[in-house]
């Protein structure tokens, strides 16, 4: 079954503002990681978050992760056109071949 | 330089006929997938294979079979197909010993069952 699921599944901001995209697992996990994929490409990898941490910054990029309620949100600060994407979450249980599950993802536009 | 190169990028065919999908990647990793993602973006993983073994082989028919020659390359022969068979099919190789969970995706193969 699907583990994680993305909300909202469509999001559309205006360049400048801070996109929020929240999403939600079932089981148990290692990590969590983010992936956006423009549209026609493959996924390209944006942050892992370990499930004993609670916060993770990469440029404009915070990655919150709270494992009681098993959820984490991506937040995109100052968002750009070029931020426009669809958004997954993909949550992985730390083997070494790296199993991942993937959320349904999340659509972002960000208008100029 | 391409890290996760698949061919065809696009391949519309006739219900029952038989394709094949190959993937390359120059990484050096060990571990390479395959996912579908259907028309509602949903990425499901279909299989795994490790140093050319098979690791993960998810609820799929057995229409599908993956085959890996080398760590290098992983194929994915699909016989008979079905119009649910229409996705987009990824390929995606696992990091190294110290980025171990992160995968990188190839361009992805739109596949067309007419």
């Known amino acids: 079954s699907q583990q994680g699921e993305e909300d909202p599944q469509a999001l559309s901001i205006q360049e400048g503002e801070n996109a929020t995209m929240n999403c939600s697992y079932k089981?148990?996990?290692?990590?969590l990681q983010w992936y956006r994929q423009n549209s026609g490409r493959g996924l390209v990898h944006l942050i892992l978050?370990?499930?004993?941490?609670r916060e993770k910054h990469s440029g404009r990029l915070r990655v919150t992760l709270d494992t009681s309620k098993k959820s984490s949100s991506l937040l995109i600060t100052a968002s750009r056109a070029a931020d426009t994407a669809s958004y997954f979450c993909?949550?992985?249980?730390?083997?070494?071949?790296?199993?991942?599950?993937f959320g349904q993802g999340t659509i972002l536009t960000v208008h100029p | 330089d391409t890290a996760v190169s698949q061919t065809p990028k696009y391949l519309v065919t006739q219900m029952g006929n038989d394709k094949s999908i190959k993937c390359e990647q120059n990484?050096?990793?060990?571990?390479m997938y395959w996912y579908k993602q259907d028309s509602k973006k949903f990425l499901k993983i279909m299989f795994s294979?490790?140093?050319?073994?098979?690791?993960i082989n998810e609820t799929v028919p057995n229409r599908f079979s993956p085959k890996s020659p080398d760590k290098a390359h992983l194929n994915l022969h699909i016989n008979s197909l079905e119009l649910g068979d229409s996705a987009v099919y990824f390929c995606?190789?696992?990091?190294?010993?110290?980025?171990?969970?992160?995968?990188?995706f190839g361009p992805g193969t739109r596949l067309l069952v007419l």
């Open positions: 978050i370990r499930s004993n941490e």
């Open positions: 993909a949550t992985g249980l730390g083997t070494s071949y790296g199993k991942l599950t």
């Open positions: 089981t148990s996990i290692n990590n």
């Open positions: 990484l050096g990793h060990d571990t």
């Open positions: 294979y490790n140093n050319k073994e098979l690791i």
């Open positions: 995606a190789s696992n990091g190294g010993p110290t980025q171990q969970e992160t995968q990188y």
